[in-house]
């Protein structure tokens, strides 16, 4: 049998991204003060230590380290591939540190590069030790079990998933929002020319969505993710977990939302009586696709996604979109406003994307 493809380089490739984007944001008012950008190497300890710093920190290159070098021990190229690949994420790190200086939201600081390298030292022996013990062997012959062969592009966004739903979008589960970002984006670019009076919008252009058209957001915004569920799992019996993992982080991770732009007194607000009915719908119609083929699957996929993003963005953004903002660029949420909010945006249509290419894919009759 053909081994599977290892997930772990693009779940490597994409976190290292998403680190890159969190130690730079928010990419305004770079300036050069002609300081050395490695001064931070001999600069005192910090006095004040924060211990939700110190475990983001720390926490933050654990899984690039563990990623990396699972990635390079599934290639078996290289030796060593803990020194490789800690030695890899310091000196990513000791770079961001370094490009922080041209920054002024930012402070580099010796702490921060010696724990995040001590969090992927630690990421990179606890792959080498599950490697040894025989787990991620026992992983690839459970996805070989349960996925097709070419399932990892749609795992990457079935993971990425709950961390999309973190920043609140207009409506629970609704993502790929972009219409008003992308007109303030053209129409600045566009300003003074010819061209700026194509993107004027007519006065009541955009309206608030009824109670059934949020209601079908909210219930597409379940159905969506399991489908692209389905479209790579074997047999209907594997897709029912699937179908109730997926209940169960559509709740989690809403509440997380509600709890961390809000106040935990409001982790059940983002359930509205229409949410409550979409989403009891969209688990109802899940569970009745539990066995369709697969390319109905991604066919209804995409038909479903093309539906949420025409009425969501169609709709004005939530009231409350200014108060959730103000929330996350205050204190600790700083580093992940931006990066949350950006995969909520990208998200559906990195899952366009992956269903039409499995669509022109040829499909391979060992494995449907």
Not at 55 to 76: C, E, H, I, K, S
Not at 104 to 127: E, F, I, K, T
Not at 226 to 248: M, P, Q
Request: hydrophobic share 55%; with cysteine.
């Amino acid at each position: 049998m053909t081994p599977h493809r290892s997930s772990a380089t693009l779940f490597a490739l994409i976190f290292a991204s998403l680190i890159i984007y969190a130690s730079l944001y928010p990419f305004e008012g770079w300036r050069d003060q002609g300081i050395n950008p490695f001064y931070f190497l001999n600069a005192p300890w910090p006095r004040y230590w924060s211990r939700f710093d110190v475990v983001a920190n720390f926490l933050g290159y654990a899984p690039l380290g563990f990623l990396a070098t699972l990635a390079l021990l599934r290639t078996r190229l290289l030796p060593q591939p803990v020194l490789l690949m800690t030695l890899a994420c310091s000196l990513l790190s000791l770079a961001m540190e370094a490009l922080q200086v041209y920054l002024p939201q930012r402070v580099p600081q010796l702490s921060d590069w010696l724990l995040n390298s001590g969090g992927a030292l630690c990421g990179a022996v606890v792959a080498v030790a599950l490697e040894r013990m025989g787990v991620i062997d026992h992983w690839s012959r459970f996805r070989a079990r349960w996925f097709v062969r070419e399932a990892r592009a749609p795992l990457v966004l079935l993971a990425l998933w709950p961390a999309a739903l973190l920043f609140p979008p207009a409506v629970p589960l609704a993502l790929g929002q972009v219409r008003r970002r992308l007109h303030d984006f053209l129409d600045g670019l566009m300003d003074g020319t010819p061209l700026a009076a194509l993107i004027d919008e007519p006065v009541g252009y955009v309206l608030p969505l009824s109670n059934l058209s949020e209601l079908i957001c909210v219930a597409l915004g379940f159905v969506i993710p399991c489908l692209l569920a389905y479209s790579i799992t074997l047999g209907w019996h594997r897709r029912i977990l699937l179908w109730l993992g997926g209940a169960l982080t559509a709740l989690a991770a809403s509440s997380l939302s509600a709890t961390l732009s809000y106040s935990p007194e409001h982790a059940w607000g983002w359930l509205s009586f229409p949410s409550q009915v979409g989403l009891g719908l969209g688990v109802l119609i899940a569970l009745l696709f539990l066995a369709l083929p697969r390319k109905l699957c991604l066919g209804l996929l995409l038909a479903a996604l093309a539906w949420q993003l025409s009425l969501i963005n169609a709709a004005p953004e939530t009231p409350y979109y200014a108060q959730a903002l103000q929330s996350w660029e205050q204190g600790r949420f700083i580093r992940f406003h931006g990066l949350a909010q950006w995969l909520g945006w990208i998200w559906p249509y990195a899952a366009l994307l992956t269903a039409l290419m499995a669509l022109s894919r040829r499909e391979d009759p060992l494995r449907r």
